[in-house]
């Protein structure tokens, strides 16, 4: 199984990881787009092919069969590797990246390809539920203040996102025990541009983490997402 | 900009597509596996990244812009490879794959690995929208026998939802006029499972659908997702 794990590992020893895996998962990034809207002849997919089968096996030669898991060190550095929306080594992650603004508003930027298309053109309906599920359970945690967990989400699909460069915000409208209210849009990121995608969540502190024992788990995680 | 557009194609020579961009695309499924997993060290990760470039300039070779879009040709044949859960052409798509029962239940089972993963050995939240999404707007659809877009969709979070094979169905609920109610569950493919996400959803047929003039439009198209 996976874990949430504590790893004994410098900061920097986490970043260089991070430039090396980067890397690979940028060039399998290109391929995931590529692999969408090439129109290259048989001949040329088969020597490509070869060579991802031959890069592939070099992965292969040691790599244990579970996902990466979230882990943590001694210095509140935590890395979810393979995650859908912000893994660093997951190749079909934007990767979303996430800004805490003074204003209480969580924003993010990314620029949504072939990779993510639903209707003709647009953003796939699943996609936008994807990024905004994330992007409020890291908002709901409060800059991994606290660890939540989905309870409901409501998503009101107003109007087509066409793929190409979009932009998110959320926000905690609600408080009220071990409950947390967020509201969420993702739209085209150009100006004056409507949302398309309205969402409000609604993310629980779990019971066992509403009165944290510092001695019985780690801090600093954040949303379980 | 990307199309939903005629293709004039024998449905052998989309089968003979599918076939040949299938392949390619299972081996970057791999690699987007392996790039989460692997432990190789600096120098395996250089040299595979050298063969991973290679082969994405061959197939950049000639790659239009535009993402797939959707197409269709004279024999009833609709195709959308770039789909995030259901093209062929995808990478990312595990690919779902839907199977219309006599019972009016459309199910599917997939198997999510790494790439899918959010909490811990866990299905990322969002993966669960996004494949349910997918799913009812397919289910609301009628088995592409009408049009439909997302209206409203609402998913609980019950219980975490394992890595692993997992099952999915969906069932029409309610129709009213444009209106079509669909509710759905997601859980582990073992027995007696208990659903990790409890979904409904509000479909709508456009208005200019819902009466079809077989002239200004294709048919059998099904959900736009």
């Known amino acids: 199984m996976s874990s949430f794990s504590f790893e004994d590992l410098t900061t920097e020893d986490v970043d260089a990881a991070e430039a090396l895996w ?3 998962t940028d060039d399998v990034r290109r391929l995931l787009d590529l692999t969408i809207r090439s129109r290259v002849g048989p001949e040329q997919v088969a020597r490509a092919r070869a060579m991802l089968q031959e890069a592939a096996d070099l992965l292969a030669e040691d790599a244990p069969a ?14 979810n590797w393979g995650n859908t929306v912000v893994g660093v080594r997951n190749a079909f992650a934007p990767p979303v990246r996430l800004a805490w603004g003074d204003d209480d508003v969580v924003r993010s930027a990314v620029t949504l390809g072939a990779p993510y298309e639903g209707p003709p053109g647009s953003v796939h309906g699943g996609v936008s539920a994807l990024l905004l ?10 800059a991994h203040t606290r660890l939540t967990v989905t309870g409901t989400l409501t998503l009101r699909y107003v109007r087509p996102l066409p793929l190409g460069p ?6 905690v409208s609600e408080e009220s025990g071990r409950k947390v209210t967020v509201t969420a849009t993702i739209r085209p990121d150009v100006v004056d541009a409507e949302p398309a995608v309205e969402a409000t969540g609604l993310f629980i502190i779990p019971r ?16 379980l997402d």
Chains 1, 2 share one sequence.
């Open 22 to 24: 980067g890397g690979l």
């Open 66 to 79: 579970e996902p990466a898991g979230v882990h943590y060190n001694a210095h509140g550095r935590s890395w």
């Open 133 to 142: 599920d994330h992007l409020m359970g890291e908002t709901a945690s409060a």
């Open 166 to 171: 979009v932009r998110m915000e959320a926000r």
């Open 208 to 223: 066992w983490a509403y009165q944290p024992d510092p001695d019985t788990g780690p801090t600093g995680i954040g949303s």
